[in-house]
């Protein structure tokens, strides 16, 4: 597996952060124009945060105390939506724009703009919805727009290339879920079978993951299966949502020699909400996957061996005022960085609500990555960042 071109990749990916926005739109959104069953809106993320990295690296070359200002976890953006009814039939449409804020000395102004969104819907109120486009995967959904630090800043591994990239932090991608990644897809929803139970199936466009050299061509006879299950209910004053989800999909090569990789994995959790007190419990298993992203991003060749994760959360809301603790760790037998080792993140963040389009945040997180002694990926870094959010 070539490090380095994933070490490269890793920075920009994470402008590969999730839409907070999306599952909050309904309540944000600006409406733009209704008339006609037809209505167009916009919805919008704007956030930056001081932040200080005391990066600890093996081999002691690299140790330093680092400042910047940069986003958080999510990036920046601008999301338009679109909805017409027609007879029966409610079409939709969503495209979202995301932007880093950081320039550099070695890209100037040429700030990313990526379109993490671009999709319509066609949907009835009896047989449910169709989703054509680009959109968020479903395995390891539900993992990370439920994590209780979305808002915040998460981990910054200088192994990964973060500490000084111009994208966003991690969260916790890589220590307890993989990342969702955006991809072309046609996904079909139903919201109605019983009531707070949903489901979700999707074919996505697969990637390589196993060695596409000079010699042989990797390929992939089916596309990439994914699916998603969730059911909401209530007990005792409480609100209990879970979810399951999942991937499926085989990468072959036109050269025999070349293994063939089955890539499968399974995506769970709970969260459970009473009064101001809300706790979470999540996790993974798959193999044959990229424990960063879901579609492989950089490409490093992978193997039919295995990772696995889990998140614990827990956060306390009184009047304006929201704590949060977070752990989280991933063990992987060496699809991420071509080693086995461990990533494990521990945070603490508190936000503070000013309004409905303000929020206040500082956090403290602690990343660790533990490998073999001599392969150089072994880190600690503490962060302490501070930020601002906006939002319509």
Do not use: C
Request: glycine fraction near 12%.
């Amino acid at each position: 597996m070539n490090n380095n071109k994933t070490h490269r990749f890793l920075p920009l990916a994470l402008g590969a952060a999730v839409a907070l926005g999306v599952t909050q739109q309904a309540a944000a959104e600006i409406v733009l124009y209704e008339k006609d069953d037809t209505t167009f809106s916009t919805d919008g993320y704007i956030n930056a945060f001081y932040v200080n990295s005391d990066v600890d690296r093996e081999g002691e070359q690299f140790d330093r105390r680092q400042s910047r200002v940069k986003m958080g976890f999510l990036p920046n953006w601008i999301g338009f939506n679109f909805g017409k009814q027609m007879d029966d039939l409610k079409l939709g449409g969503r495209s979202s724009f995301w932007v880093t804020i950081n320039d550099s000395e070695t890209n100037g102004t040429d700030t990313a703009i990526d379109v993490r969104q671009f999709y319509g819907t066609v949907a009835n109120p009896e047989w449910g919805e169709v989703l054509v486009g680009k959109d968020f995967g479903l395995f390891s959904r539900s993992n990370i727009f439920l994590d209780e630090l979305l808002a915040g800043y998460g981990n910054v591994s200088d192994t990964l290339g973060l500490v000084d990239g111009n994208g966003v932090s991690f969260g916790n991608i890589g220590t307890g879920y993989p990342y969702p990644f955006p991809t072309s897809q046609i996904t079909y929803r139903n919201d109605h079978l019983a009531e707070g139970l949903r489901f979700a199936v999707g074919i996505m466009d697969p990637v390589d993951t196993n060695d596409d050299s000079a010699v042989g061509k990797a390929y992939q006879e089916q596309p990439r299966y994914e699916s998603e299950i969730s059911y909401q209910f209530g007990v005792g004053g409480s609100t209990i949502y879970t979810w399951l989800n999942g991937a499926y999909q085989t990468s072959e090569n036109t050269d025999d020699s070349v293994d063939e990789v089955t890539s499968k994995g399974l995506g769970y959790g709970v969260q459970a909400k009473l009064g101001g007190l809300s706790l979470t419990a999540s996790g993974f298993q798959a193999q044959g996957i990229n424990p960063f992203f879901t579609n492989n991003l950089g490409e490093p060749t992978l193997r039919d061996i295995d990772s696995d994760g889990y998140l614990l959360q827990g956060s306390y809301t009184f009047g304006k005022n929201r704590f949060a603790l977070s752990y989280g760790k991933t063990e992987d037998d060496g699809n991420g960085l071509g080693v086995a080792a461990d990533y494990e993140t521990r945070g603490i963040a508190y936000f503070r609500t000013v309004n409905d389009n303000l929020k206040l945040v500082a956090e403290y997180n602690q990343y660790e990555i533990d490998a073999a002694e001599g392969s150089g990926l072994n880190e600690d870094t503490d962060t302490f960042a501070v930020g601002a959010v906006v939002s319509w």
